[in-house]
């Protein structure tokens, strides 16, 4: 499910979140600080779901934007000239053990939106203005380094032709036959306003 964060909010609306340093002390928790339990959440930058924020947090500085997204919106990215941009990722390998590569696939291409005055929509849609599929290319153990953004690959589509493909996953033969041939990192931002001229915000 996604939510509308544009429609008004109810009364018990969450103050704004306030940035982290990572020093922070739990109290009461023997010393343990905010940095310590990042170490414990996301260890690992391999996992699908640490892969995903992975990625949403590559196209967040690519586009510059100033905050990030409650993860219950509609879209993962809101850049600053208003585009709304949906991050979806896959990767060949998985933090497990594997008796072959993974199909390629982005799943979830249409979500519901929620807001306060009408509750969750009746059906789902596609809420974006640019569609990036984001692809980590490395495809044996010994290569994969998450640190390197070299590894991905950035496919990029205006919200009309992922529509266009009427479907609620796409596999990669889909994804190159409506994104056209990959970025890598350094031309991500100017793919991203190319194709959000094709389709521009609501």
């Known amino acids: 499910m996604s939510f509308d964060l544009a429609a008004p909010r109810g009364p018990h609306a969450p103050s704004p979140p306030v940035p ?6 739990f109290r009461g928790a023997d010393g343990a600080t905010v940095l310590d339990f990042w170490r ?3 260890p690992d930058l391999r996992t699908n779901t640490t892969r995903g924020l992975l990625a949403e947090f590559l196209v967040h500085r690519a586009v510059g934007a100033p905050d990030r997204n409650a993860e219950w919106e509609s879209f993962d990215v809101l850049a600053p000239c208003g585009l709304r941009i949906e991050v979806k990722t ?3 390998l998985q ?6 590569l993974s199909t390629i696939r982005f799943s979830r291409l249409r979500g519901r939106t929620w807001s306060p005055g009408s509750g969750t929509s009746p059906d789902p849609s596609y809420n974006a203005d640019v569609y990036v599929f984001a ?10 380094d998450p640190l390197d953004v070299g590894q991905w690959h950035f496919y990029v589509a205006a ?3 992922v529509e266009g493909l009427g479907q609620a996953s796409a ?18 931002g100017h793919r991203i306003t190319v194709c959000g001229a094709a389709s521009g915000p609501d």
Request: aromatic share 12%.
């Open 90 to 92: 896959s990767a060949y």
């Open 171 to 188: 596999g990669l033969a889909a994804v190159e036959k409506i994104c056209g041939d990959p970025v890598t990192y350094f031309g991500l």
């Open 159 to 161: 919200r009309a032709s």
């Open 20 to 25: 982290l340093a990572g020093t922070e002390a």
């Open 95 to 100: 933090a497990w053990g594997q008796s072959r």
């Open 135 to 144: 692809l980590h290319t490395a495809r044996n153990h010994a290569d994969y």
């Open 40 to 42: 414990y959440a996301l």
